[in-house]
Protein backbone atom coordinates (compact mmCIF):
# COMPACT_ATOMS: atom_id res chain seq x y z
CA UNK A 1 0.00 0.00 0.00
CA UNK A 2 2.18 3.02 -1.21
CA UNK A 3 1.48 6.37 -2.36
CA UNK A 4 3.97 8.39 -4.54
CA UNK A 5 4.76 11.74 -3.35
CA UNK A 6 7.35 14.21 -4.19
CA UNK A 7 8.97 16.96 -1.47
CA UNK A 8 10.60 19.43 -3.73
CA UNK A 9 11.86 23.03 -3.33
CA UNK A 10 9.85 26.06 -4.83
CA UNK A 11 9.45 29.46 -4.43
CA UNK A 12 7.58 32.42 -2.18
CA UNK A 13 4.65 31.97 -3.94
CA UNK A 14 2.98 29.36 -6.29
CA UNK A 15 4.03 29.15 -10.06
CA UNK A 16 5.35 26.66 -12.17
CA UNK A 17 9.42 25.90 -12.34
CA UNK A 18 10.87 28.51 -14.45
CA UNK A 19 14.33 26.93 -15.18
CA UNK A 20 15.15 23.43 -16.42
CA UNK A 21 14.00 21.28 -13.44
CA UNK A 22 12.86 23.20 -10.40
CA UNK A 23 15.45 26.25 -10.15
CA UNK A 24 14.72 29.80 -10.11
CA UNK A 25 17.50 31.94 -11.67
CA UNK A 26 14.70 34.75 -11.70
CA UNK A 27 17.02 36.31 -9.19
CA UNK A 28 17.42 39.71 -10.95
CA UNK A 29 15.89 41.58 -13.13
CA UNK A 30 19.07 44.01 -15.07
CA UNK A 31 20.02 40.72 -15.98
CA UNK A 32 16.91 38.93 -16.93
CA UNK A 33 17.32 41.31 -19.84
CA UNK A 34 19.98 39.71 -21.37
CA UNK A 35 18.37 36.28 -20.65
CA UNK A 36 20.89 36.00 -17.67
CA UNK A 37 23.94 35.84 -19.74
CA UNK A 38 26.55 38.10 -17.77
CA UNK A 39 24.80 37.40 -14.46
CA UNK A 40 27.90 36.17 -12.60
CA UNK A 41 30.51 38.97 -14.13
CA UNK A 42 27.92 42.15 -14.92
CA UNK A 43 28.14 43.50 -11.13
CA UNK A 44 25.98 46.40 -12.08
CA UNK A 45 23.57 46.25 -8.97
CA UNK A 46 23.25 44.75 -5.60
CA UNK A 47 21.92 41.50 -7.64
CA UNK A 48 25.20 40.74 -7.59
CA UNK A 49 25.34 39.04 -4.21
CA UNK A 50 23.11 36.25 -5.52
CA UNK A 51 25.01 35.74 -8.53
CA UNK A 52 28.37 36.22 -7.65
CA UNK A 53 29.31 38.08 -4.68
CA UNK A 54 32.56 38.94 -5.72
CA UNK A 55 30.64 41.63 -7.88
CA UNK A 56 30.02 43.61 -4.94
CA UNK A 57 33.48 44.98 -5.03
CA UNK A 58 32.28 47.12 -8.14
CA UNK A 59 29.65 48.65 -6.63
CA UNK A 60 29.67 52.69 -4.36
CA UNK A 61 28.26 53.28 -1.55
CA UNK A 62 25.36 51.50 -0.02
CA UNK A 63 22.85 49.93 -2.72
CA UNK A 64 19.28 48.21 -2.25
CA UNK A 65 17.28 46.02 -5.02
CA UNK A 66 13.97 45.08 -4.84
CA UNK A 67 12.68 43.12 -7.77
CA UNK A 68 8.91 40.89 -8.52
CA UNK A 69 8.48 38.63 -11.41
CA UNK A 70 5.12 37.95 -12.40
CA UNK A 71 5.10 34.37 -14.25
CA UNK A 72 2.19 32.79 -16.44
CA UNK A 73 2.89 29.59 -16.97
CA UNK A 74 1.09 26.71 -19.75
CA UNK A 75 1.63 23.70 -18.98
CA UNK A 76 -1.40 21.89 -20.86
CA UNK A 77 -1.78 18.00 -20.50
CA UNK A 78 -3.61 15.81 -23.81
CA UNK A 79 -4.45 12.71 -23.44
CA UNK A 80 -3.25 9.70 -25.66
CA UNK A 81 -4.17 6.66 -24.08
CA UNK A 82 -3.23 6.84 -20.60
CA UNK A 83 -4.11 3.53 -19.02
CA UNK A 84 -4.64 1.14 -15.88
CA UNK A 85 -1.57 -1.17 -16.04
CA UNK A 86 -3.01 -3.49 -13.51
CA UNK A 87 0.10 -4.56 -11.28
CA UNK A 88 -2.41 -5.56 -8.25
CA UNK A 89 -5.10 -7.02 -10.45
CA UNK A 90 -3.88 -9.31 -12.57
CA UNK A 91 -6.32 -8.36 -15.34
CA UNK A 92 -5.34 -7.38 -19.28
CA UNK A 93 -4.36 -4.02 -20.33
CA UNK A 94 -6.90 -1.75 -21.59
CA UNK A 95 -5.20 1.55 -23.71
CA UNK A 96 -7.04 4.49 -23.03
CA UNK A 97 -8.79 3.15 -19.83
CA UNK A 98 -8.44 5.81 -17.04
CA UNK A 99 -11.34 8.36 -16.81
CA UNK A 100 -11.03 11.67 -16.49
CA UNK A 101 -10.36 15.03 -18.46
CA UNK A 102 -7.17 16.86 -19.50
CA UNK A 103 -6.02 19.74 -17.31
CA UNK A 104 -3.85 22.37 -17.02
CA UNK A 105 -1.63 22.57 -14.39
CA UNK A 106 0.24 25.83 -14.89
CA UNK A 107 -0.24 28.38 -11.78
CA UNK A 108 0.32 32.40 -12.19
CA UNK A 109 3.13 33.19 -9.79
CA UNK A 110 4.66 36.12 -8.23
CA UNK A 111 8.77 35.70 -7.09
CA UNK A 112 10.23 38.44 -5.35
CA UNK A 113 13.79 39.12 -4.34
CA UNK A 114 15.47 41.80 -1.73
CA UNK A 115 19.38 42.72 -2.01
CA UNK A 116 21.24 44.76 0.08
CA UNK A 117 24.97 45.60 -0.19
CA UNK A 118 26.89 48.01 1.83
CA UNK A 119 30.59 49.55 0.70
CA UNK A 120 33.02 49.06 4.14
CA UNK A 121 35.83 50.27 2.65
CA UNK A 122 36.72 50.13 -0.85
CA UNK A 123 38.25 46.59 -0.75
CA UNK A 124 35.26 45.01 1.66
CA UNK A 125 31.64 45.05 1.08
CA UNK A 126 28.98 43.28 3.02
CA UNK A 127 25.60 42.14 1.49
CA UNK A 128 22.58 40.32 2.09
CA UNK A 129 20.32 38.12 0.14
CA UNK A 130 16.86 37.34 0.74
CA UNK A 131 15.13 35.06 -2.27
CA UNK A 132 14.13 31.41 -3.37
CA UNK A 133 16.69 30.14 -5.79
CA UNK A 134 14.19 26.67 -6.49
CA UNK A 135 10.74 26.45 -7.56
CA UNK A 136 7.64 24.42 -8.59
CA UNK A 137 4.39 24.36 -8.07
CA UNK A 138 1.27 23.05 -10.40
CA UNK A 139 -2.09 22.12 -9.66
CA UNK A 140 -4.83 20.25 -11.32
CA UNK A 141 -8.28 19.89 -10.87
CA UNK A 142 -9.50 16.93 -8.70
CA UNK A 143 -10.56 14.77 -11.07
CA UNK A 144 -7.95 15.16 -14.26
CA UNK A 145 -7.24 12.14 -15.75
CA UNK A 146 -3.54 12.63 -13.27
CA UNK A 147 -5.13 12.73 -10.65
CA UNK A 148 -3.27 9.41 -9.07
CA UNK A 149 -0.03 11.08 -10.18
CA UNK A 150 -0.68 14.73 -8.97
CA UNK A 151 -2.98 17.22 -8.03
CA UNK A 152 -2.17 19.91 -6.05
CA UNK A 153 1.89 20.77 -5.16
CA UNK A 154 2.87 23.88 -3.08
CA UNK A 155 6.14 23.67 -1.74
CA UNK A 156 8.13 27.41 -0.80
CA UNK A 157 11.51 28.28 0.10
CA UNK A 158 12.82 31.46 1.63
CA UNK A 159 16.73 31.68 1.15
CA UNK A 160 18.77 34.36 3.70
CA UNK A 161 22.14 34.80 2.15
CA UNK A 162 24.46 37.57 4.21
CA UNK A 163 27.63 37.68 2.06
CA UNK A 164 31.05 39.82 2.16
CA UNK A 165 33.41 40.77 -0.69
CA UNK A 166 37.33 41.66 -0.81
CA UNK A 167 38.97 43.82 -3.41
CA UNK A 168 42.35 41.64 -3.90
CA UNK A 169 44.16 43.88 -6.09
CA UNK A 170 42.79 46.02 -8.74
CA UNK A 171 42.18 42.85 -11.04
CA UNK A 172 41.06 40.09 -8.71
CA UNK A 173 38.06 40.01 -6.28
CA UNK A 174 36.83 37.06 -4.08
CA UNK A 175 33.59 37.14 -2.30
CA UNK A 176 31.91 34.32 0.09
CA UNK A 177 28.23 33.83 1.48
CA UNK A 178 26.49 31.64 3.65
CA UNK A 179 22.72 30.44 3.49
CA UNK A 180 20.14 30.33 5.67
CA UNK A 181 17.29 28.52 3.71
CA UNK A 182 13.77 27.40 4.86
CA UNK A 183 11.56 24.83 2.84
CA UNK A 184 8.30 24.17 3.39
CA UNK A 185 6.10 21.67 1.14
CA UNK A 186 2.21 20.85 1.04
CA UNK A 187 1.07 17.72 -2.12
CA UNK A 188 -2.00 16.36 -2.80
CA UNK A 189 -2.89 12.99 -5.47
CA UNK A 190 -5.93 11.34 -5.83
CA UNK A 191 -5.40 7.40 -4.45
CA UNK A 192 -7.31 4.61 -6.06
CA UNK A 193 -8.39 2.82 -2.99
CA UNK A 194 -9.94 -0.11 -5.72
CA UNK A 195 -6.98 -0.69 -7.23
CA UNK A 196 -5.24 -1.20 -4.04
CA UNK A 197 -8.41 -2.81 -2.39
CA UNK A 198 -7.95 -6.02 -5.18
CA UNK A 199 -3.73 -5.95 -4.80
CA UNK A 200 -4.36 -6.51 -0.39
CA UNK A 201 -7.91 -8.24 -0.20
CA UNK A 202 -8.90 -9.68 -3.24
CA UNK A 203 -11.82 -9.42 -5.48
CA UNK A 204 -14.41 -11.13 -3.64
CA UNK A 205 -13.89 -9.05 -0.65
CA UNK A 206 -13.19 -5.95 -2.61
CA UNK A 207 -16.21 -6.60 -4.01
CA UNK A 208 -18.28 -7.62 -0.92
CA UNK A 209 -17.25 -4.20 0.12
CA UNK A 210 -18.21 -1.90 -3.05
CA UNK A 211 -15.11 -0.92 -3.44
CA UNK A 212 -14.21 -1.32 -7.33
CA UNK A 213 -10.89 0.27 -9.31
CA UNK A 214 -11.30 3.63 -10.64
CA UNK A 215 -14.55 4.35 -8.53
CA UNK A 216 -13.37 4.23 -5.24
CA UNK A 217 -10.92 7.52 -5.14
CA UNK A 218 -9.64 8.54 -1.62
CA UNK A 219 -6.93 11.37 -1.27
CA UNK A 220 -3.70 11.59 -0.11
CA UNK A 221 -1.68 14.88 1.38
CA UNK A 222 1.62 15.29 2.87
CA UNK A 223 2.95 18.43 4.17
CA UNK A 224 6.52 19.24 5.71
CA UNK A 225 9.11 21.99 6.45
CA UNK A 226 12.55 21.93 7.20
CA UNK A 227 15.92 24.45 7.73
CA UNK A 228 18.78 23.64 6.48
CA UNK A 229 21.96 25.40 5.41
CA UNK A 230 25.05 26.34 2.53
CA UNK A 231 27.63 28.55 1.44
CA UNK A 232 28.00 30.31 -1.96
CA UNK A 233 31.64 31.54 -3.23
CA UNK A 234 32.44 33.87 -6.10
CA UNK A 235 35.50 35.71 -8.33
CA UNK A 236 35.69 38.78 -10.55
CA UNK A 237 38.71 38.57 -12.58
CA UNK A 238 39.01 42.11 -14.39
CA UNK A 239 41.56 41.37 -17.67
CA UNK A 240 41.23 44.54 -18.94
CA UNK A 241 39.50 48.24 -18.36
CA UNK A 242 36.56 46.41 -21.22
CA UNK A 243 37.11 43.02 -19.98
CA UNK A 244 35.90 40.58 -16.54
CA UNK A 245 35.32 37.19 -16.11
CA UNK A 246 33.20 35.98 -13.30
CA UNK A 247 32.86 32.42 -11.76
CA UNK A 248 30.39 31.52 -8.76
CA UNK A 249 29.65 28.63 -6.96
CA UNK A 250 26.91 28.10 -4.92
CA UNK A 251 26.60 24.70 -2.45
CA UNK A 252 24.19 21.66 -2.42
CA UNK A 253 22.00 22.20 0.83
CA UNK A 254 20.38 19.09 2.07
CA UNK A 255 17.43 19.52 3.60
CA UNK A 256 15.48 16.46 6.11
CA UNK A 257 11.51 17.36 6.03
CA UNK A 258 9.40 16.90 8.75
CA UNK A 259 5.37 16.30 8.55
CA UNK A 260 2.57 14.41 8.69
CA UNK A 261 0.76 12.28 6.23
CA UNK A 262 -3.32 12.39 6.02
CA UNK A 263 -5.46 10.10 4.25
CA UNK A 264 -9.32 10.13 2.86
CA UNK A 265 -10.37 6.25 2.82
CA UNK A 266 -13.47 5.77 1.49
CA UNK A 267 -15.85 3.94 4.00
CA UNK A 268 -15.60 -0.09 2.10
CA UNK A 269 -12.50 -0.11 2.04
CA UNK A 270 -12.00 1.42 5.85
CA UNK A 271 -14.15 -1.04 6.50
CA UNK A 272 -11.93 -3.51 5.08
CA UNK A 273 -8.53 -2.14 7.43
CA UNK A 274 -10.57 -2.31 10.29
CA UNK A 275 -11.50 -5.85 9.96
CA UNK A 276 -8.12 -7.01 9.94
CA UNK A 277 -6.91 -4.38 12.45
CA UNK A 278 -4.66 -2.42 10.04
CA UNK A 279 -3.81 0.61 11.29
CA UNK A 280 -2.54 1.53 7.16
CA UNK A 281 -3.86 4.70 5.80
CA UNK A 282 -3.83 6.32 8.92
CA UNK A 283 -2.81 10.40 9.56
CA UNK A 284 0.65 9.64 10.48
CA UNK A 285 3.75 11.65 10.91
CA UNK A 286 6.32 11.92 7.40
CA UNK A 287 9.33 12.65 6.45
CA UNK A 288 11.90 13.20 3.61
CA UNK A 289 15.67 13.63 2.73
CA UNK A 290 16.15 16.25 -0.37
CA UNK A 291 20.06 17.28 -1.31
CA UNK A 292 19.48 20.59 -3.40
CA UNK A 293 22.01 20.35 -5.94
CA UNK A 294 24.99 22.95 -6.43
CA UNK A 295 25.54 25.74 -9.41
CA UNK A 296 28.48 26.77 -11.19
CA UNK A 297 28.25 29.29 -12.98
CA UNK A 298 31.25 31.33 -15.35
CA UNK A 299 30.48 34.02 -16.96
CA UNK A 300 31.99 36.94 -19.33
CA UNK A 301 31.39 40.75 -19.89
CA UNK A 302 32.98 42.56 -22.89
CA UNK A 303 32.70 46.55 -23.18
CA UNK A 304 32.83 46.64 -26.95
CA UNK A 305 32.23 50.42 -27.33
CA UNK A 306 31.38 53.20 -24.60
CA UNK A 307 27.40 52.38 -25.96
CA UNK A 308 27.79 48.80 -26.14
CA UNK A 309 28.46 45.39 -24.44
CA UNK A 310 27.76 41.99 -24.89
CA UNK A 311 28.06 39.14 -22.03
CA UNK A 312 28.40 35.44 -22.45
CA UNK A 313 27.46 32.17 -19.99
CA UNK A 314 27.95 28.72 -19.28
CA UNK A 315 25.97 27.46 -16.00
CA UNK A 316 25.75 24.05 -14.93
CA UNK A 317 23.58 22.34 -12.19
CA UNK A 318 24.39 18.61 -10.67
CA UNK A 319 20.38 17.13 -10.83
CA UNK A 320 22.33 13.82 -10.80
CA UNK A 321 21.89 14.11 -6.96
CA UNK A 322 17.96 13.98 -7.47
CA UNK A 323 18.23 10.71 -7.66
CA UNK A 324 14.77 9.30 -6.13
CA UNK A 325 12.45 10.59 -3.61
CA UNK A 326 11.63 8.83 -0.56
CA UNK A 327 8.91 9.31 2.10
CA UNK A 328 9.35 7.38 5.21
CA UNK A 329 6.06 7.60 7.21
CA UNK A 330 5.90 6.68 11.03
CA UNK A 331 3.19 4.56 11.21
CA UNK A 332 4.89 1.04 10.73
CA UNK A 333 2.11 -0.44 8.64
CA UNK A 334 2.71 2.20 6.09
CA UNK A 335 5.30 1.12 3.91
CA UNK A 336 7.76 3.91 2.73
CA UNK A 337 6.90 5.53 -0.73
CA UNK A 338 9.62 6.01 -3.63
CA UNK A 339 9.78 7.27 -6.54
CA UNK A 340 12.49 6.99 -8.98
CA UNK A 341 13.63 10.32 -10.50
CA UNK A 342 17.17 9.72 -12.31
CA UNK A 343 17.87 12.63 -13.51
CA UNK A 344 20.89 13.91 -15.21
CA UNK A 345 23.39 16.87 -14.80
CA UNK A 346 22.20 19.77 -16.85
CA UNK A 347 23.77 23.04 -18.57
CA UNK A 348 22.41 26.66 -19.32
CA UNK A 349 24.31 29.09 -22.35
CA UNK A 350 23.47 32.00 -22.76
CA UNK A 351 24.28 35.39 -25.26
CA UNK A 352 23.28 38.82 -23.87
CA UNK A 353 23.54 42.33 -25.15
CA UNK A 354 23.17 45.92 -23.94
CA UNK A 355 23.17 49.08 -25.59
CA UNK A 356 23.17 52.53 -23.50
CA UNK A 357 22.97 55.53 -26.13
CA UNK A 358 23.00 58.01 -22.95
CA UNK A 359 23.49 58.41 -19.66
CA UNK A 360 19.55 57.68 -19.16
CA UNK A 361 18.56 54.28 -20.71
CA UNK A 362 19.64 51.14 -21.44
CA UNK A 363 18.51 48.65 -23.70
CA UNK A 364 18.72 44.62 -23.33
CA UNK A 365 18.25 41.49 -25.28
CA UNK A 366 19.26 37.81 -25.12
CA UNK A 367 18.83 34.53 -25.60
CA UNK A 368 19.55 31.60 -23.59
CA UNK A 369 19.19 27.68 -24.23
CA UNK A 370 17.99 25.48 -20.73
CA UNK A 371 18.49 21.58 -21.03
CA UNK A 372 16.24 19.71 -19.28
CA UNK A 373 17.77 17.01 -16.24
CA UNK A 374 14.99 14.69 -16.95
CA UNK A 375 16.12 12.14 -19.13
CA UNK A 376 13.21 10.40 -20.46
CA UNK A 377 9.16 10.15 -20.73
CA UNK A 378 9.25 7.60 -18.36
CA UNK A 379 10.89 9.97 -15.90
CA UNK A 380 8.69 12.57 -15.79
CA UNK A 381 5.77 13.24 -13.26
CA UNK A 382 2.78 15.22 -13.91
CA UNK A 383 4.27 17.40 -10.49
CA UNK A 384 7.19 18.50 -12.66
CA UNK A 385 6.26 18.19 -16.08
CA UNK A 386 9.45 20.25 -18.00
CA UNK A 387 11.64 20.09 -20.45
CA UNK A 388 14.49 22.22 -22.45
CA UNK A 389 13.39 25.51 -22.91
CA UNK A 390 14.72 28.33 -25.13
CA UNK A 391 14.64 31.88 -23.34
CA UNK A 392 13.99 34.96 -25.32
CA UNK A 393 14.67 37.81 -23.45
CA UNK A 394 14.31 42.10 -23.39
CA UNK A 395 15.06 44.16 -20.81
CA UNK A 396 15.15 48.39 -20.14
CA UNK A 397 17.05 50.10 -17.61
CA UNK A 398 16.30 53.90 -16.84
CA UNK A 399 17.88 56.31 -14.58
CA UNK A 400 15.24 58.06 -12.68
CA UNK A 401 17.62 60.38 -10.79
CA UNK A 402 21.02 59.89 -9.50
CA UNK A 403 20.46 57.86 -7.17
CA UNK A 404 17.42 55.98 -8.27
CA UNK A 405 16.75 53.40 -11.21
CA UNK A 406 13.75 51.16 -12.75
CA UNK A 407 14.65 47.80 -14.68
CA UNK A 408 12.08 45.97 -16.47
CA UNK A 409 11.96 43.16 -18.13
CA UNK A 410 10.05 40.64 -20.17
CA UNK A 411 11.10 37.14 -21.28
CA UNK A 412 8.81 34.28 -23.12
CA UNK A 413 10.39 30.56 -22.58
CA UNK A 414 9.76 28.30 -25.78
CA UNK A 415 9.64 24.79 -24.32
CA UNK A 416 10.54 21.51 -26.07
CA UNK A 417 7.70 19.15 -26.84
CA UNK A 418 6.98 17.72 -23.53
CA UNK A 419 6.08 13.86 -23.53
CA UNK A 420 5.57 11.62 -20.75
CA UNK A 421 4.80 7.92 -20.00
CA UNK A 422 4.80 7.71 -16.59
CA UNK A 423 3.32 4.88 -14.24
CA UNK A 424 2.35 4.80 -10.88
CA UNK A 425 3.34 2.34 -8.11
CA UNK A 426 -0.14 1.38 -8.29
CA UNK A 427 -0.13 0.57 -12.47
CA UNK A 428 -1.63 4.04 -13.46
CA UNK A 429 -0.10 5.11 -16.43
CA UNK A 430 0.03 8.85 -17.88
CA UNK A 431 0.03 8.63 -21.16
CA UNK A 432 -0.17 12.04 -23.20
CA UNK A 433 1.59 15.16 -24.34
CA UNK A 434 2.50 18.63 -22.60
CA UNK A 435 1.78 21.66 -24.35
CA UNK A 436 3.94 24.13 -22.13
CA UNK A 437 5.25 27.83 -22.43
CA UNK A 438 6.07 30.13 -19.94
CA UNK A 439 5.91 34.51 -19.87
CA UNK A 440 7.58 36.01 -17.10
CA UNK A 441 7.46 39.53 -16.35
CA UNK A 442 9.62 41.55 -14.19
CA UNK A 443 10.06 45.30 -12.59
CA UNK A 444 13.57 46.41 -9.64
CA UNK A 445 14.02 49.48 -8.17
CA UNK A 446 17.30 50.25 -7.25
CA UNK A 447 18.65 52.72 -4.61
CA UNK A 448 22.24 53.83 -4.00
CA UNK A 449 22.41 56.19 -0.85
Known sequence: MKKSLLFTAIAFASSQSFAAGFQLIEQSVSAMGGAYAGSASMASDATTVFFNPAGMSRLKGNQISAGLHVISPKAGFSNDGSYLNPVLTGSTIVPGSLPGPDDDGGTLGVVPNFYLVSEINPDLHLGLG???PFGLATEYDSDWIGRYHAIKSEVMTVDINPSLSY??????SVGFGVSAQYLKAKLTNAVDFGTVCLGSFGAGACGGAGVAPLASDGKAEVDGDSWAFGYNLGLLYQFSAQTRLGFSYRSKISHDLDGDAEF???AGFQGLLNFVSSSAFTDTGASAEVDLPELAII????QLTPKWSIMAEAAWTRWSRFEELRIQFDNPAQADSVQPENWDDSWRFSLGVNYAPNATWTYRAGVAYDQTPIP???????RIPGNSRTWLALGLGYNISQN???DVGYAHLFVKNTEIDHAASTGHVLLGDYDNSVDIFSAQLNWMF
Open 299 to 302: SLFH
Open 264 to 266: SVP
Open 376 to 382: SAEDRTA
Open 167 to 172: RVNDRL
Open 130 to 132: VNA
Open 404 to 406: LSL
